[in-house]
């Protein structure tokens, strides 16, 4: 086959369709160029890359590199871009319209685990801390990073106690139920503590798997073991945790962009059941996978939060390690991704590296759509 070229002259079909390709590929260049960062939502809603927040622009410094904006890194470019990092375990970090979020602190976590890229003293800049619970595991960076920042840090009664017993000023400290009630206004969102359960592995599962993990792994040297002590000094260890001091949180962005954290893979409780009957569904969940070695268990977890929650984009957390003390044995997240899209084929899973960037284009939310 022939066409004609812009002479009107005849040329191959090879020549024709590569010329055509050609223009294609640089109309998609012009076009991802134009973008200053990928939504994960724009294949499913167009309304995404429409949005003006997408306007043609240089790519946005905040979305490509893997440095926090707490710790010196660029800031969105728009103000409705909203810009998510996790940094091991269930920390969080979020960066909105100029305001810093940090969810969770649990950074400097000793020589056992790989490094995070970053330490606790280079988090220079937070206005907000929120704390899932007390565990070590989840808070304590908590006072060091508080008291550096100025950051407000809201916890539940029993987190809130072990951090006045450390060198953070107590006007910084704000003690929530999560029992309803309790709506945090900030200049450009707010925040619902809503009272959730700390996560109780199967006893059996796992004293069965500790104990074959203790007789193939090496023991923790004197020093390693001295350096977890010190840092495990700095959370709880109070029984009072697992019902009353796990705490999950809801934040709107003022243009009604909503996201869930929730730092244990607990049961979901009442008051969760109630706070979301009440709001529908979220934008974005960040959440903890459950504490299982078994993917059925963690699998059946991880359900119950999807069915709850009702996400448009879920992000796993607390992944990266099993129990504390025993490094290196990630969780297996792709079961409960299948798993979650067998029954929700329009749910988006996202699961990055360290300080890996994901930026959303929050104007197009759930709320606004409604």
Same mark, same amino acid.
């Given at each position: +086959? ?25 109309? /998609? ?6 973008? !200053? ?24 410094? %905040?979305?490509?590199? %893997?440095?926090? &904006? ?13 810009? &998510?990092? /996790? ?17 969770? *602190? ?32 989840? +808070? ?23 951090? +006045? #017993? ?26 619902? !503590? ?14 069965? +798997? ?22 495990? %000094? ?53 959440? *903890? ?9 963690? &699998? ?11 996400? &448009? ?16 044995? /990630?969780?297996? #997240?792709?079961?409960?991704?299948? %798993? ?5 084929? *329009? ?24």
């Amino acid at each position: +086959m022939k066409g004609l070229n812009s002479r009107g002259n005849l040329v191959s079909a090879s020549v024709a369709t590569l010329a055509v390709a050609a223009l294609a590929v640089a109309a /998609w260049s012009q076009t991802a160029l134009a973008r !200053p960062f990928t939504d994960p939502r724009s294949d499913q809603l167009d309304a995404v890359d429409a949005n003006p927040a997408f306007v043609s622009e240089p790519r946005d410094p %905040a979305c490509q590199a %893997a440095m926090l &904006v707490s710790t010196g890194g660029a800031a969105p470019r728009h103000p409705r871009t909203l810009a &998510v990092r /996790w940094t091991g375990f269930s920390n969080f970090e979020l960066a909105y319209n100029g305001r810093i979020i940090l969810l969770d *602190a649990y950074f400097d976590r000793g020589s056992i685990f790989p490094p995070l890229g970053f330490k606790a003293a280079d988090v220079k800049k937070a206005d907000l801390l929120l704390i899932g619970h007390g565990h070590v595991d989840h +808070m304590s960076d908590a006072a060091s990073v508080g008291a550096r920042t100025g950051a407000t840090v809201v916890g539940a009664p029993v987190s809130i106690e072990k951090l +006045m #017993t450390q060198p953070i000023e107590p006007k910084q400290l704000r003690t929530v139920t999560g029992k309803g009630g309790e709506v945090l206004k900030f200049d450009g969102f707010t925040v619902e !503590p809503i009272l959730g359960r700390h996560g109780q592995p199967t006893r059996p599962v796992t004293e069965t +798997m500790e104990h074959a993990l203790g007789s193939v792994t090496p023991p923790m040297t004197v020093e390693q073991r001295a350096e977890q002590d010190t840092i495990r %000094a700095r959370g709880t260890s109070d029984p009072r945790v697992t019902a009353e001091g796990t705490i999950a949180y809801l934040i709107t962005l003022d243009n009604g962009f909503r996201i869930l954290f929730r730092d244990s893979g607990g049961r979901v409780t009442d008051h969760e059941k109630v706070a979301m009957e009440r709001i529908g569904r979220v934008d974005l969940a960040l959440v *903890a996978v459950s504490a299982e070695y078994l993917n059925s268990s963690t &699998v059946s977890q991880a359900l119950e939060h999807m069915r709850t929650y009702k996400p &448009v984009v879920y992000m796993p957390a607390h992944h990266d390690a099993a129990f504390t003390g025993r490094p290196g044995l /990630w969780r297996s #997240t792709e079961p409960l991704f299948q %798993a979650m899209k067998d029954e929700n084929p *329009a749910l988006i899973t996202v699961s990055k590296q360290y300080r890996e960037p994901v930026c959303f284009n929050t104007e197009v939310n759930i709320q606004r759509s409604r």
